[in-house]
């Protein structure tokens, strides 16, 4: 469609991708093109296509690299995240590994924000250790980066906000240190679904996302979408992509692309919940601490603020200290949120943090049991009276231990 790229965000989303008609008619949607063979009209096109594919251009001549249906999707993100191209993965995980691998070689050094979704350590224990790969923790509001950089340093790693306590980081601040010292800038986009918060206009390389959540929303699809700024990097990754023999269903790519188009409304529907949620659980006599960034009281708030143009549905909160169990016991009552691991689709959940996973984080002052809500689609006022049963539950018990 001519003209888009000067459209607004919302007009982008509803159109990105979208096929041409062809004899005047066709669907509004892309089909989902399906195959692992793909066939040419003859030998000269079969190896000019090759060519143009291993020179860098986004063309198909295999099933793996993704037909019709993955390029409306990878054109879709890579308009929303304003980036030079948009690479597929099978997962928001496989995606974080594709960036880690193209990236560094044995003998180098990445930086990585120590509130970091966590599975990202188990691909350094498992893997990266053990080809010579290292990756160092750090506080990025505490430590100061510019000493921490060394001549073997290749990537700064980053999440903002962070996973469970949403600690919000300085991105430009961050990334004009690092490209100074010549360091890519890697960054999980995946709590703005890419709509509220543009890394790469702040200063990353490179923005990847879990479309597991948001950009699927419907709790259906594994995942995941790295975007690049640059040609160079669009081959770097896109080199190693094929090395490893990535591929993602064109069923689950029609999903997402179909996930993508309603992306807006969903997410302004889930920051206003949880929102509301987050401002009820402030208030509550039995919470210690609320996580949100877009509580006015919450330390990443200012940084929100200038960098953000929302927030999602995740909320966590804190209970006092010296309550054993109330974590467990607050889930297990809650009728209308699934204890569920995941998040970003259009059901409410809860969970509670491992205390190991947010000891991790050198922002956790180690207060109470932390549940973890993502806040979907119900209605407020449903969340917030089942919430406050909940609540209900665990102050009774505690009246009976005392
Ligand atoms: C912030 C973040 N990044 C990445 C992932 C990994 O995504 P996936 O589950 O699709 O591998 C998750 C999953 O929970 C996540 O929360």
């Known amino acids: 469609m001519s003209g888009l790229d000067q459209a607004h965000v919302q007009t982008r989303l509803v159109h990105a ?6 004899g005047g008619a066709g669907p509004v949607n892309v089909p989902v ?3 692992s063979t793909v066939r040419f009209a003859d030998t000269a096109t079969h190896a000019a296509l090759n060519g143009r594919r291993t020179g860098g251009e986004r063309v198909a001549t295999y099933g793996r690299h993704g037909l019709d249906t993955h390029q409306a999707l990878e054109a879709a993100v890579a308009s929303l995240e304003g980036g030079y191209r948009s ?8 995606a974080i590994v594709l960036v880690l691998l193209a990236t560094l070689a044995p003998g180098e050094h990445a930086l990585v924000s120590d509130s970091v979704y966590s599975p990202v350590r188990r691909v350094d224990k498992a893997l990266l250790q053990r080809y010579g790969i290292e990756l160092e923790y750090f506080s990025p509001g505490k430590d100061d980066l510019e000493t921490l950089i060394r001549p073997t340093t290749r990537l700064l790693y980053l999440e903002s906000p962070s996973s469970l306590l949403y600690e919000v980081l300085d991105l430009p601040a ?9 360091v890519l800038v890697a960054t999980d986009n995946t709590w703005s679904g890419g709509l509220y918060y543009q890394p790469l206009a702040l200063g990353a390389h490179i923005s ?15 995942m995941g979408v790295v975007t690049v700024d640059s040609a160079e990097l669009a081959q770097r990754i ?3 992509y094929d090395a490893l023999g990535l591929a993602v269903g064109a069923d689950d790519a029609y999903l997402t692309l179909r996930g993508i188009r309603t992306l807006d409304v969903r997410l302004a529907r889930h920051h206003q919940n949880a929102l509301s949620v987050a401002q009820y659980l402030s208030r509550h006599a039995d919470v210690a601490r609320v996580f949100y960034p877009a509580l006015p009281q919450d ?3 200012a940084l929100w603020q200038r960098d953000f143009s929302g927030a999602s549905g995740l909320v966590s909160f804190a209970f006092p200290a010296g309550q054993p169990g109330a974590a467990a016991r607050f889930i297990d009552a809650l009728r209308y949120f699934s204890i569920g691991a995941s998040w970003g689709g259009y059901e409410s959940l809860a969970l509670q943090a491992a205390p190991e996973r947010l000891a991790e984080h050198s922002i956790w002052e180690g207060t109470g049991e932390v ?3 993502h806040i979907g689609l119900e209605h407020p006022l449903d969340l917030a009276g089942d919430l406050d049963r909940a609540f209900g539950v665990v102050r009774d018990a505690l009246r009976r231990s005392a």
Do not use: C, F
């Open 17 to 22: 991708g979208s096929p041409e008609l062809n």
């Open 33 to 35: 093109v399906r195959t």
């Open 87 to 94: 690479i597929l993965a099978p997962s928001g995980l496989s």
């Open 174 to 182: 961050l990334a004009a240190t690092a490209r100074r010292r010549g």
């Open 208 to 222: 990847i996302q879990a479309a597991t959540k948001y950009l699927a929303g419907h709790s259906d699809v594994m």
């Open 238 to 240: 896109g080199a190693t």
């Open 299 to 301: 330390p990443g708030h």
């Open 371 to 373: 549940v973890r809500l």
